[in-house]
Structure formats: structure tokens, C-alpha cells
């Protein structure tokens, strides 16, 4: 993999027990180093991750810092005891297996003191390494399948994703749009049916409720994807790269359904899954998605693409400015709908806003 992308991976295993927090690395030369924490147990690293998580989807603390206490505490936790051996090994690209009960920690926030983790390396969940596909293909000049729904029927509108599916599809012949009424299982299934698209990006509504796969779903135009429906896409013959779930909680599952649609969609055969970790911002989310696709074609893995998209986010290079939504890629600035336009200043550096969204599945 190295030769092909250029990047050095290590897998980390989380595993919490009781009376203490183990790391389990594993290095690309196949050496597996174990590093046992001993004051760290499973009550006090959850209390500290479930504080972390509030902290930053907390809507009255979208202006200030209070997450880095907590952001800081992790980090020692869970990456200090291993990065003597990162740095070694010269490792750029992080694929965590987390524990049951931490699989929403949003671990791109988290924060040595002086920057985010993010910052320094390429993330990505995975549900096991038996489910991992390790074959590389390049996602340069492939053809995009775009769907989504701005307009519901009990649901409130996403006026931002008109012009996320035109953004992400802009200077491109390869992408194709299919919107609100052409939204539809019959037609996804019929478009996979006449070109096998290798990326599919929904953006949408969608709900996950633990316990109940019946219960958990994407909205469609006129029909709702259940969890348990994922397998009746068969998403995995032709593969299809990367499924884009640009909607809220799309990697939130439980003991069950291990980080939800995204967990079920590489148990299904899809490679890689960008998805949610909470209810996300639909402008924050057109500007992800935005820098996201201008770097896909442009560098090496999708993770990085990921990683760029949310260092520029974080950086304060991702704004709204006078009804106008400003991005560092090549798609330059984007007038924003009327339902939209009256937003005269907005920044999204605070992690609320970029780190919701993480790579599950191969990071390549």
C-alpha cells in the first residue's frame, strides 16, 4: 500500500476494560506493540469521552474552547502512550478499532496541546480488519452519482443541498445530479444498473434509532432506505469506492449495527463510508463536502481528502460571508439560496462543524 499511495498506516486497537485502557498497534511491518494504561478504566474514560462529545455538539459553546480540557485528557490517553512508535515508524494514516460504547468520539478533535490530531495524521474507523479491503484503486477522473432531497413532506427542507450535489459535480463532466422527486430507490438502483458509478453521494435526512433496525432509515423522496434494506442496493457487486452519507448520525449504531448505515455499508461490500457522528450543520456540511471533493481528485487517499477538507474548516479558510459561501478549493466562492442567504458572517473552525463527519472503512 505504501508504493501505491505513498502513505504509512498502523491500525490501533481500543479495548477498555474495567480496571484499564489497552492500545494494540500494529505497524506496517507487522510488529504489534501493546501499551497498557493502568489509571485509565472504563467509567472514567467514558465520563471524560462523553464530556468531550458534549462539549463540542453543545450549540451554547460553539464560540469558545471548553472543549480542549477533555480533548487534551484523550489524547494522553489514547495517543501519547504510541507516539514515540507512530514517529518511528514514520506513520501518517490512523485506522482505529474502537471499543463498544466509544465509537462516536470524534477522534479528529482530538488535541495535544498545541494542534488536533487531525492535523498530523489521515483517520479512519474501522469496524474490524477482517472487514478491511486493502486493494488501492485511484478515484481520479471517476464518475460521481449525486442524490439527495431539499423538500420533504414532514421533515424540515435542506435548502443547502441543491447546491452541494452542483457543487461537488461543478467543473466535472463525471458527476450526475439526481434531485427531490428523481431521489428514488428504484431510480439509485437503476442508475447502478446502466454505469457502475465507483462513488454514490446521498444527501439527506436520515435517522438512527438504537435497538430497531426497522426503525432506523434515509429519507428518500417519497420513501424511507431502511437500515435493514442496505443489502437489497448490493452495493458491493460492482463495488462501489465510496459511499458519501452526507446526512446527520450516519455512523451512529449500537451493539447491533456497529456504526450504523456506514458499518452496515462496508459489511456490505462498500470500500470506504464518509459519514456522521451527530446532527450536523447543512451549511457546515456544504462547505465539508464542498472541499472534500475538490481534494478527492488531488491527492492520494480519501482520508487525506477528508483531512484537507477539515484542516481548511478549522483553519478559518471555509466561511459564509455575506450570503456567500467561501471555500479554499477550486470551487472558489458559491451564492447561497435565498432560505440561506440572510446569514451575513459565519466561520466554521470549531470542531462541531468539521469533525461530526469521519472516514469508516479503508482510508485508501
Not at 5 to 32: C, E, R
Not at 49 to 67: G, V
Not at 231 to 239: C, G, I, V
Request: proline share 5%; with cysteine; charged share 20%.
Amino acid at each position: 500500500m505504501h508504493h501505491q499511495t505513498g502513505k504509512k498506516s498502523a491500525v490501533i486497537y481500543v479495548k477498555v476494560h474495567q480496571d484499564q485502557l489497552q492500545l494494540i498497534l500494529f505497524t506496517p511491518d507487522g510488529q504489534s506493540i501493546l501499551k497498557t494504561i493502568y489509571q485509565v478504566n472504563r467509567e472514567k474514560l467514558w465520563e471524560v469521552a462523553i464530556q468531550f462529545y458534549l462539549d463540542i455538539t453543545d450549540s451554547k459553546k460553539r464560540n469558545n474552547h471548553d472543549y480542549l480540557p477533555t480533548a487534551k485528557k484523550l489524547y494522553n490517553w489514547l495517543i501519547s502512550p504510541i507516539s514515540a512508535e507512530l514517529e518511528a515508524a514514520n506513520i501518517d494514516t490512523l485506522l482505529f478499532s474502537m471499543d463498544a460504547g466509544f465509537r462516536l468520539l470524534p477522534l479528529a478533535a482530538l488535541h495535544d496541546g498545541k494542534q488536533f490530531l487531525i492535523e498530523k495524521y489521515n483517520i479512519s474507523l474501522i469496524p474490524s480488519v477482517s472487514l478491511m479491503n486493502s486493494n488501492y484503486n485511484s478515484l481520479k477522473n471517476t464518475k460521481l452519482l449525486a442524490m439527495g432531497a431539499s423538500k420533504f413532506s414532514n421533515k424540515p427542507p435542506l435548502p443547502a443541498v441543491p447546491v452541494e450535489l452542483k457543487a461537488i459535480t461543478k467543473n466535472s463532466q463525471q458527476g450526475n445530479i439526481f434531485l427531490n422527486e428523481e431521489f428514488t430507490r428504484k431510480n439509485l438502483i437503476n442508475q447502478r444498473q446502466n454505469y457502475p458509478y465507483p462513488i454514490i453521494h446521498l444527501a439527506t435526512h436520515a435517522e438512527f434509532r438504537a435497538g430497531n433496525a426497522n426503525k432506523s432509515y434515509i429519507q428518500l423522496w417519497n420513501d424511507k432506505l431502511h437500515l435493514h434494506q442496505m443489502r437489497d442496493l448490493k452495493l458491493n457487486n460492482p463495488q462501489v469506492e465510496l459511499l458519501v452519507l452526507s446526512a446527520c448520525r450516519t455512523a451512529v449504531g449500537d451493539k447491533n449495527s456497529e456504526l450504523g448505515f456506514a458499518g452496515l455499508a462496508i459489511a456490505t461490500g462498500v470500500k470506504s463510508a464518509l459519514a456522521s457522528l451527530w446532527l450536523v450543520n447543512d451549511e457546515a456540511t456544504l462547505g465539508l463536502m464542498t472541499e472534500f471533493y475538490s481534494y478527492l481528485g488531488n491527492v492520494s487517499i480519501k482520508a487525506e481528502a477528508l483531512r484537507e477538507a477539515q484542516i481548511a474548516m478549522l483553519k478559518g479558510k471555509v466561511v459564509i460571508e455575506n450570503g456567500i459561501l467561501k471555500v479554499s478549493g477550486s470551487r472558489g466562492e458559491m451564492p447561497l439560496p435565498p432560505e440561506l442567504a440572510q446569514m451575513n458572517q459565519k466561520n466554521f473552525s470549531h470542531p462541531y462543524y468539521w469533525a461530526g463527519f469521519t472516514m469508516v472503512g479503508s482510508p485508501w
